[in-house]
């Protein structure tokens, strides 16, 4: 079992950053690759990024690719969404979630955990 907590989300004006955190209780997290989503009302539920276990790979979409980071540290159990030039648009609610495979990191169905999530408002 793996617990998922976001934080760092709020409000931020056009072209700020947020640095969004994702903290992991339970065994073995460097076992799990991590995803990052956001979903705004009305939307589906929208892929940013994603990280392998130990963070030799990551891939965002290219909606989102040069503004976003996503990185990871292990001996905290933390993963990371660094996120700049932020946009009206990019205001949503935002997960993590977390698996074992790293394929298809791109689709929300096959994950096994996921956080509550953070809200980041950006405003015009």
């Known amino acids: 079992q793996v617990q998922l907590v976001e934080s760092g989300g709020g409000l931020v004006q056009t072209g700020g950053s947020l640095r969004l955190s994702c903290a992991a209780s339970?065994?073995?997290?460097?076992?799990?690759?991590m995803g990052w989503f956001r979903q705004s009302p009305g939307k589906e539920r929208e892929f940013v990024a994603a990280i392998s276990w130990s963070g030799g790979s990551t891939y965002s979409p290219g909606s989102v690719k040069d503004r976003v980071t996503i990185s990871r540290d292990n001996t905290k159990n933390t993963v990371y969404l660094q996120m700049n030039s932020l946009k009206p648009e990019d205001t949503a609610v935002y997960y993590c979630a977390a698996k074992t495979s790293w394929a298809s990191m791109h689709t929300d169905t096959n994950y096994d955990y996921w956080g509550q999530g953070t809200q980041v408002t950006v405003s015009s």
């Open positions: 339970g065994r073995l997290f460097s076992r799990y690759a």
